[in-house]
């Protein structure tokens, strides 16, 4: 069940494409709400509203926000739109896309018989977070490369949420978008992973592109509960399509669960239950008590029965970061806590920028 509120907006607190943040006024109480305006249209001061309260009522952290539902001050609302793919379907919110696949698009020939993405770099991640450091690092160290970032369904959906999204593109650290499965709002739309590395290669001409969800992660405290397994299914998508798969592996010293200690168990599930096929990974250096950490981890797991461990300086991830003013967090810690986090994500993108120039294969 969700929760309905009926709310005045109060005033409109930022805007930025397809996202408005306003705050709300209802039942004698305030809060942030957020307008997507690909679903509701605009909303202004004043307006009344229909907000979802679910959320908040359970106490999210990310998500956690009232989201507007309808505007009561629309009579309908209509906005005629190519495509015939609809995405959150079968749901009230039910939105229609232009897929790139579909016959109506100009990209459709180019995709008809795509089943290769050609040797492609693909730099995989599970989390949001990872995203800016691997981007960053990409431009700084392939200035002209051309970067594309696909978005799965695995967290946030609507692809405005992201604010770390706005600012890579805004500083031209990801040239397009790309949105797969449910997920809704890229400069392309895409049906599934497979047709996502498709249309990256063919459709946005990327030389590398950056697969991961949204914000936010769905997690259970279980082994195969949790949304970041999907990791291991691209790494199978990216080689059955003979493209280079390099996963970002999730290493923390400061989170204080167990789990997520060293190589966080959603890694190793990833690449050793999830994956069927080789991928690289990509390890920072890091100070040696750290390092036997990982390595006793990694052993422990046999992940390098399946995949290729490689260790590479990315001690620039963090100077490269501060340069573009980009300062991402993860579960609300920076890089000055969870540097080996971000260092990570660099080395990917040292390693997919190797492959560009030639040094790896």
Known sequence: MITLKHARVLEVVRKRPGYIEVNVEFDGDNG????????IGEVSRGDEVVINTTAVDVGLGTGGSHYILWNLARRSLEAPAPGHIMKLRYTPLQIKCLAAEERESPHHEALRDASSIGGMPVIIGT?????????????KLMPKAKITYIMTDGAALPLAFSETVARLKEGSFIDITITIGHAFGGDLEAINIYSGLAIAKYAAEADVAIVCMGPGIVGTDTKLGYTGIEQGQIVN?????????????RISFADKRER???LSHHTIT?????????????????????????????????????????TLDASETRAALDAASIRPTTMGRGIEEEPEFFMAAGAAAIYAARILVGEES
């Open 260 to 262: 997520h200690l060293g």
């Open 127 to 139: 989390l949001h977070s990872q995203l800016p450091a691997a981007a960053v690092m990409l431009r």
């Open 32 to 39: 942030r709400a957020i307008c997507y305006t690909a679903l």
């Open 270 to 310: 990833a690449l050793k239950v999830a994956a069927t096929t080789p991928a690289v990974v990509t390890f920072p250096v890091i100070d040696a008590e750290k390092t036997s950490i990982i390595e006793e981890q990694v052993l422990r797991a046999e992940i390098g029965h399946i995949h290729r461990i490689e």
């Open 237 to 249: 998508a990216v080689n059955s399509l003979g493209g280079v798969a390099i996963a970002v592996p």
